[in-house]
Structure formats: C-alpha cells, structure tokens
C-alpha cells in the first residue's frame, strides 16, 4: 500500500482520542448479543429449548436473551431447582485464557489435534468464538451419575477461581470438589445443573450438518433424553444405541446383569445425515437373479403395504398379471404402490410373478447394482462396536498397570465417528476426555482410512487417588494420563506407519497434539468495582499496567487468537516488520504486534502489509494518545481508501 505513509501523516495532528471501539474485548462470546433477529427468523432451527409441545416459551426466551425471569410452575417439561440459574451462567463471559504448553505437545507448530487441560464449562465458553457452528461431531462419555464419580460443586455456579482453586491455583476458601451420592437431596438436579450449560454451549460449536454422541447408562437416561429434546430439539433425535458393553452374565448383581449402555445421538438439525455402512458379503448374498434379469442379482421386495384399504384408499386398484390375465384386489393390505407406479414397474420389467409366471401377485425387483450402503441399527453387539474388557485392553497395551477404570472401547468411538465423521478436516470434539479414548479412535482410524479428521480433547486435571494404580505409576491427575496415551498412540501409529510418508518424510497423517492449559488472562482485567481510595488506586494502577509479569509472547499470542475468532491451530509465523517482530496470522490476515515500544514508522508499516486486522498492546504506546489516536485514524482511512475492512484494535 503505497499510500499508507502519507495517510499517517495526514492523521497526526488534530486527531480525535481513540474510542472503546479500538479496543479488542478479552472475554468470551457473549451469547446474548444479537440473537433478536436470529430468533425472529431461526426459532426453531436455534433456540429450540424456547419450545414446548410446539408453543414459544417466553419466559425461557427471556432468559436466553439475558433477562432474569423467576420460574413459574405448571409448565410441562424437564424442570428441576436451579434450572433458570443456569442460564445465567451460560451467559456470563469467561475471562480466562488457555496457555500453549510446547513442552507437552508432539509436532506442536503443525498438527490440527487439540489437547485442553482446564474446566470444561469454562473451555466450551472459550471457544465459542473460534469454534462457533465448525465441530463435525461431538462425543463425549459425562458422568453417570452413579454416586461414585467426580462431580463439580454443589450449585455449579463454578467460575475460573473455583478452578484455580481446584487445581491449587489459587486459595479454596472452603470451595470442594466431591461425589454426587445419592444420600444428597438435590441428586438429579445437581447432575442436571452440570450437564445444561455445558450442553446448551456444545450445540453452538456444532455445524448445521453435525451431530452429538452421548454414552450414558440407565441412572440418567430419562432426564438426559428430555434435557437433549429441549437444548436440541425433538425432532432432531436420531437414536437411542443399547451398546452390549457386557458379552457375559454376572451372578453377582441382585436383580437383572446390566448388560447394555446407551448412546444418545441428535443432529444439530435437519441436515445431519448419518453414514451408511459399507455393504457386506452376508447383506449381498441374499440377492439372486432367478429370471436371468441381464442387470443382475435383485432380490425381491412386498407389493403389500402394511396399511389397510380403508387408511389408503389410493393405492387400492384392480391388480392384472400380464401372463395369465388373472386379476386380484386389495383385500386386507393396500397395494404398495401407486396405479401409475405399477404401470412404470411392469414396462421396465421390475415386476417378478413367480418361477412359473402365474403369482397373483408381484414381487418388486430391488437390484444390488442400485441398492445403497447399509444402515445403521440402534444396537451395537459387542463384536460389532467392542466391550469394556477391549477398552480396558486398548489403554493396558499403552500403559500397563490399569491405571483408568472403564475406559470406553477404541473400537466403540470410531464406529460413532464412521457414522458421522469422513470429511476432510472434520473436527472431533470431545469435552469428558477422560483417558483419551477418543484421541486414540481418531488417530487409527485415519490411519487406517486415510481420513484427515482432527480432534479437541477437553480433560480436568483431576486428581489421582492417592494409592491408586495411576498414582503409583506416577501420574498425578487423569489429564497427565490422557496426554501420555495420546504420545504413545502417535509413537505407536508412527512406527506402524514409517513406510507411508510424504515426499518431506512426514507421516501423511496429523500425529501430533497441541497442549493447552486453562489460566487467568494474561491481562488484569478491570474490576469494575472498588472500595475505598486505596482500591480504587490499585485499579487503576492495574487498568494502566495491565499485562501480566509472567506471561510469555506465545501466551498473549495464544490469548489474543482465540479471543479474535481464530481456531487454536491457525497457521502463526513471526516475521519482521520495520525492524520489529510481528505475528503473522493465516498469511498476513491478522498481524499481531507485541512491541513495547510503538512508532510512527512502525504503525505505517503495519499498514502497508495491508492485513484485514491488525492488533497492539497499548502498553506500546507508553501513554502517547496522540500516537495511538492517529494510528487509529490511519487504519480507519486506509479502510476508507481500501473500501475494505481493516481493524485496528488494542489490548
């Protein structure tokens, strides 16, 4: 841009004072903002928790457009104490951060797999800009409630300080994480106040063709399914899986041995369409080609329809055979299908009367050549999608010493990602990672079918009991033993695959993760209320010096990426800009300036570079106004100038 310079100049004297509008805000997605007219139109497509049994429920439209409204009663539908509270936390904005970790990652600069150690309900939040409608599939393995898992605090009101102090971050103050037992009076709504928020974010990441996956056992299955109707929408249920988790009775249960679990599955909406199954040998052999059809083996369908001649009067006509002139009519069946249909049927030869030609009535040929992959079933046998004796298997021939109980069979998970998941770059979210299951699933599977499928694990850090299997093999949480199954599946797949590399000498699959931890902002952020002159003194003092000590570049890289809308692997490169280093992010889209030391030379440059947006600490400026005020004028006319849209923008 050749003009940058002279706009500069032309904007350093007589500038107005930058307003908020240059400001990058360092919070959340606020889900409130602007769904009016989304709602007006999308309703149903977008906030189908606002209906009941086809009604708009104002109050709960209310709420999700950021008005508090006291509950009433009488409503139909799941309703438990401290439903309405969740809404509130949904819509608070998180202000926290997720800190790259280099050195508990493999291939961190170039893989599209995302490993999130930190509190889910605050990560979902998190990701909601960078995120928002681009997962494939969701699955994920919550707690079922049983009375023995880790759960989160009584009222769930659980903010980043309740984190930090979970993980020793920060002082408890009495804060404690603990089991849900059955002995507490609120034991479902606990359970339910966990699962909503957490959920009602999951749907937003989801593309409009994707779909979630839930496993859960008969504890929480009826409240699951009419939570998921309301935060996804009845009509947008599509299974109920029983998984036959168990190949064997055990005499040791007092009433009936629990031999299945459940997965529920609901597409974000109607464009969600489930993957067929490859056919088999078993489905093809039942095909056969008796009349010598020179298009082939078929095999023969009903020409009865299931419905009476009374509830389909339509399909009710005199039915001739063309060999014997014979002609029969419905009697308890309605013909399947229409007079004009028949007549197609019978003029293509599609129609079968018999060896000898003199069946009353026909057979329709369906021919192998024209029949479609295999649908799915809602039951999975354990030959077909694996048991929990496999899953223990698949984790002890990683890490040996049964150092996670239960964990979920590698074989299950990547049947739920065939049925949902083939596209190139499709993401996998899973947000209850637990032992990486899910990681695993992904990795193999493209492995194995040449995919290109990416994942985003999101696991707490809790902790090891103390004289359990994983404390003594010297894992101290759950996530330290999720991300070392992660490194020893890529080492695993990386061995088994040494003669399938590209033309760099690279595995032609994405075997890497990137490690991220949740964190305070690298930024103090303003308060916004203070008592006395002492603290209202220390305010300021922070809104003036607001980056953190100890935050690293990468850090604030990292922060200011997913805070922008850029997903968590977006391609960075540092380069050099008027003798300054600068960020480039997806090739010169978005330049990030971390100098501390902010010049007229420097803003002109970054201008020139002609970026869509362009972002500076306002510690750069060291309070010179008139400097940042003409940085912003020079952006605001280079977009003038442009007719484009670059925005400049501080933090």
């Given at each position: 841009?050749?003009?940058?310079?002279?706009?500069?100049?032309?904007?350093?004297?007589?500038?107005?004072?930058?307003?908020?509008?240059?400001?990058?805000?360092?919070?959340?997605?606020?889900?409130?903002?602007?769904?009016?007219?989304?709602?007006?139109?999308?309703?149903?497509?977008?906030?189908?928790?606002?209906?009941?049994?086809?009604?708009?429920?104002?109050?709960?439209?209310?709420?999700?457009?950021?008005?508090?409204?006291?509950?009433?009663?009488?409503?139909?539908?799941?309703?438990?104490?401290?439903?309405?509270?969740?809404m509130r936390i949904i819509q608070q904005p998180s202000v926290a951060t997720l800190k790259p970790v280099r050195g508990e990652s493999v291939n961190f600069d170039r893989t599209g797999n995302v490993f999130i150690e930190g509190d889910n309900l605050e990560v979902l939040k998190l990701l909601q800009k960078a995120y928002?409608?681009?997962?494939?599939?969701?699955?994920?393995?919550?707690?079922?409630?049983?009375?023995?898992?880790?759960?989160?605090?009584?009222?769930?009101?659980?903010?980043?300080?309740?984190?930090?102090?979970?993980?020793?971050?920060?002082?408890?103050?009495?804060?404690?994480?603990?089991?849900?037992?059955?002995?507490?009076?609120?034991?479902?709504?606990?359970?339910?106040?966990?699962?909503?928020?957490?959920?009602?974010?999951?749907?937003?990441?989801?593309?409009?063709?994707?779909?979630?996956?839930?496993?859960?056992?008969?504890?929480?299955?009826?409240?699951?399914?009419?939570?998921?109707?309301?935060?996804?929408?009845?009509?947008?249920?599509?299974?109920?899986?029983?998984?036959?988790?168990?190949?064997?009775?055990?005499?040791?249960?007092?009433?009936?041995?629990?031999?299945?679990?459940?997965?529920?599955?609901?597409?974000?909406?109607?464009?969600?369409?489930?993957?067929?199954?490859?056919?088999?040998?078993?489905?093809?052999?039942?095909?056969?080609?008796?009349?010598?059809?020179?298009?082939?083996?078929?095999?023969?369908?009903?020409?009865?329809?299931?419905?009476?001649?009374?509830?389909?009067?339509?399909?009710?006509?005199?039915?001739?055979?063309?060999?014997?002139?014979?002609?029969?009519?419905?009697?308890?069946?309605?013909?399947?299908?229409?007079?004009?249909?028949?007549?197609?049927?019978?003029?293509?030869?599609?129609?079968?009367?018999?060896?000898?030609?003199?069946?009353?009535?026909?057979?329709?040929?369906?021919?192998?050549?024209?029949?479609?992959?295999?649908?799915?079933?809602?039951?999975?046998?354990?030959?077909?999608?694996?048991?929990?004796?496999?899953?223990?298997?698949?984790?002890?021939?990683?890490?040996?010493?049964?150092?996670?109980?239960?964990?979920?069979?590698?074989?299950?998970?990547?049947?739920?990602?065939?049925?949902?998941?083939?596209?190139?770059?499709?993401?996998?979210?899973?947000?209850?990672?637990?032992?990486?299951?899910?990681?695993?699933?992904?990795?193999?599977?493209?492995?194995?079918?040449?995919?290109?499928?990416?994942?985003?694990?999101?696991?707490?850090?809790?902790?090891?009991?103390?004289?359990?299997?994983?404390?003594?093999?010297?894992?101290?949480?759950?996530?330290?033993?999720?991300?070392?199954?992660?490194?020893?599946?890529?080492?695993?797949?990386?061995?088994?695959?040494?003669?399938?590399?590209?033309?760099?000498?690279?595995?032609?699959?994405?075997?890497?993760?990137?490690?991220?931890?949740?964190?305070?902002?690298?930024?103090?952020?303003?308060?916004?209320?203070?008592?006395?002159?002492?603290?209202?003194?220390?305010?300021?003092?922070?809104?003036?010096?607001?980056?953190?000590?100890?935050?690293?570049?990468?850090?604030?890289?990292?922060?200011?990426?997913?805070?922008?809308?850029?997903?968590?692997?977006?391609?960075?490169?540092?380069?050099?800009?008027?003798?300054?280093?600068?960020?480039?992010?997806?090739?010169?889209?978005?330049?990030?300036?971390?100098?501390?030391?902010?010049?007229?030379?420097?803003?002109?440059?970054?201008?020139?570079?002609?970026?869509?947006?362009?972002?500076?600490?306002?510690?750069?400026?060291?309070?010179?106004?008139?400097?940042?005020?003409?940085?912003?004028?020079?952006?605001?006319?280079?977009?003038?100038?442009?007719?484009?849209?670059?925005?400049?923008?501080?933090?």
């Amino acid at each position: 841009m050749s003009g940058a310079k002279g706009l500069m100049e032309n904007t350093r004297t007589n500038a107005p004072t930058p307003d908020d509008d240059s400001k990058l805000p360092l919070t959340s997605l606020d889900l409130a903002s602007g769904k009016n007219d989304v709602l007006r139109n999308f309703l149903a497509a977008t906030f189908p928790e606002c209906l009941s049994e086809g009604r708009i429920d104002f109050e709960q439209l209310r709420r999700v457009l950021g008005e508090w409204v006291e509950p009433s009663n009488e409503r139909f539908g799941l309703v438990w104490p401290g439903k309405a509270e969740c809404m509130r936390i949904i819509q608070q904005p998180s202000v926290a951060t997720l800190k790259p970790v280099r050195g508990e990652s493999v291939n961190f600069d170039r893989t599209g797999n995302v490993f999130i150690e930190g509190d889910n309900l605050e990560v979902l939040k998190l990701l909601q800009k960078a995120y928002f409608g681009k997962v494939k599939m969701i699955y994920i393995d919550p707690p079922y409630n049983t009375g023995q898992e880790f759960i989160y605090p009584d009222k769930y009101a659980e903010t980043l300080e309740t984190y930090l102090a979970y993980t020793g971050q920060a002082d408890a103050e009495g804060r404690k994480f603990s089991t849900n037992t059955d002995t507490v009076g609120r034991y479902h709504s606990n359970w339910l106040n966990m699962m909503y928020p957490r959920l009602y974010l999951a749907r937003n990441l989801l593309r409009e063709d994707g779909a979630i996956f839930i496993s859960i056992d008969d504890h929480e299955l009826p409240r699951l399914r009419e939570l998921c109707d309301q935060i996804f929408g009845e009509e947008n249920f599509k299974a109920d899986i029983a998984w036959q988790k168990r190949y064997t009775r055990s005499n040791n249960t007092v009433d009936f041995t629990t031999v299945v679990e459940h997965i529920l599955v609901y597409g974000k909406s109607e464009a969600f369409e489930v993957n067929l199954l490859p056919r088999t040998e078993e489905a093809d052999a039942r095909y056969s080609n008796p009349d010598n059809d020179p298009r082939g083996v078929w095999k023969g369908a009903s020409f009865l329809n299931p419905a009476s001649p009374q509830d389909r009067p339509n399909l009710c006509y005199p039915l001739k055979n063309p060999n014997t002139g014979g002609v029969v009519h419905p009697t308890t069946n309605a013909w399947r299908r229409s007079k004009e249909a028949f007549e197609e049927l019978l003029a293509d030869n599609k129609l079968y009367w018999g060896p000898d030609g003199k069946a009353p009535i026909p057979s329709i040929k369906m021919f192998l050549s024209e029949a479609r992959g295999l649908t799915p079933t809602n039951f999975w046998a354990h030959d077909y999608a694996g048991h929990t004796d496999e899953g223990t298997r698949d984790l002890e021939a990683l890490i040996p010493g049964k150092v996670f109980n239960n964990p979920k069979p590698v074989h299950l998970i990547q049947r739920a990602i065939e049925h949902a998941c083939n596209g190139p770059g499709d993401i996998v979210l899973d947000f209850f990672a637990g032992s990486c299951v899910t990681a695993q699933a992904v990795i193999e599977l493209n492995a194995r079918d040449g995919g290109s499928r990416n994942f985003i694990l999101v696991q707490l850090p809790e902790p090891a009991e103390e004289r359990s299997n994983a404390a003594k093999a010297g894992f101290k949480t759950i996530a330290e033993i999720g991300k070392e199954r992660i490194r020893r599946v890529i080492k695993k797949t990386q061995d088994a695959s040494s003669g399938q590399l590209d033309l760099e000498g690279r595995s032609q699959s994405d075997l890497g993760f990137k490690v991220l931890k949740l964190d305070r902002s690298n930024f103090r952020v303003w308060e916004g209320i203070a008592e006395g002159h002492e603290d209202i003194s220390r305010q300021i003092e922070l809104h003036i010096n607001h980056l953190g000590a100890a935050s690293s570049s990468e850090d604030i890289l990292y922060e200011l990426l997913l805070k922008s809308g850029f997903p968590l692997t977006t391609p960075v490169k540092k380069v050099e800009v008027a003798g300054k280093p600068v960020f480039s992010i997806q090739d010169g889209t978005m330049l990030i300036c971390l100098e501390k030391e902010i010049t007229s030379e420097l803003i002109g440059a970054l201008a020139e570079a002609n970026p869509l947006q362009v972002i500076c600490l306002d510690e750069g400026f060291r309070g010179n106004d008139q400097l940042k005020a003409n940085a912003v004028q020079t952006f605001k006319a280079l977009a003038e100038a442009e007719k484009s849209e670059i925005v400049f923008k501080t933090v």
